[in-house]
């Protein structure tokens, strides 16, 4: 069973930045791909950004392009997410989830672990 823990969420302006990160237990980590998610009140679960195991493959959602960097350190079993130029709608519950495969996704079916999340709450 792998342990992922997000932190570095917390009360930002507008156009502020942020960076979460995913602290990951166990010897799967540079084997697995990773994925960011959000939760927003009273909407569903969205996909983020997702990277391959070793990094070289990265996706976006368009909502979040040019604006969200995910970025990965397999010697230190961490999962990163650089938000610059925060927007009101990027309010939500953030999610890291690893994936059993080397290979990216953008579907929460394809995860199998979860952390408990880190709440990002951006002021307009």
């Known amino acids: 069973q792998v342990q992922l823990v997000e932190s570095g969420g917390g009360l930002v302006q507008a156009g502020g930045s942020l960076r979460l990160s995913c602290a990951a237990s166990?010897?799967?980590?540079?084997?697995?791909?990773m994925g960011w998610f959000r939760q927003a009140p009273g909407k569903e679960r969205e996909f983020v950004a997702t990277i391959s195991s070793r990094g070289l493959w990265i996706d976006y959602a368009d909502s979040v392009k040019g604006r969200f960097t995910i970025s990965r350190d397999n010697a230190k079993n961490t999962l990163h997410l650089q938000m610059n130029s925060l927007k009101s709608e990027d309010t939500a519950v953030y999610y890291c989830?690893?994936?059993?495969?080397?290979?990216?996704?953008?579907?929460?079916?394809?995860?199998?672990?979860w952390g408990q999340g880190t709440q990002v709450t951006v002021s307009s």
């Open positions: 166990g010897r799967t980590f540079s084997v697995s791909a």
């Open positions: 989830a690893r994936r059993p495969s080397r290979s990216y996704s953008q579907y929460e079916s394809d995860y199998n672990d």
